[in-house]
Nanobody
């Protein structure tokens, strides 16, 4: 079974940093795009950053460009999200998700929630002002 476990929940002050990790299992990691998504109260789920683990192609939402960095360790089947210069608007439940490349075609790694088939549990990130 596909499993995605997210780690790294926490409370941080504005301007601080936090790292998330997503441990994947149950599928061939190199054949999937892995993404981080978030959902704030009252808002729709949105793509934050996604990566094609086989070739390193990445996507960043405009709101996080220059502040967040996604990376993957294929040997460990793990994707990381380093978040710097956090602000209260980054407060949300963060989810990692995976989808096979064949579903994305040339559009990988994708960034829309409906493009991703498998989801892990959310992890709460709270940024205080």
């Amino acid at each position: 079974d596909v499993q995605l476990q997210a780690f790294g929940a926490g409370l941080v002050q504005a301007g601080g940093s936090l790292g998330l990790s997503c441990q994947a299992s149950g599928f061939t990691f190199d054949d999937y795009a892995i993404g981080w998504f978030r959902q704030a109260p009252g808002k729709e789920r949105e793509g934050v950053s996604c990566i094609s683990s086989s070739d390193g192609i990445t996507y960043y939402a405009d709101s996080v460009k220059g502040r967040f960095t996604i990376s993957s360790d294929n040997a460990k089947n793990t994707v990381y999200l380093q978040m710097n210069s956090l602000n209260p608007e980054d407060t949300a439940v963060y989810y990692c998700a995976a989808t096979p490349y064949y579903k994305l075609g040339y559009a990988r790694p994708g960034y829309r929630p409906y493009e991703y088939d498998y989801w892990g549990q959310g992890t709460l990130v709270t940024v205080s002002s």
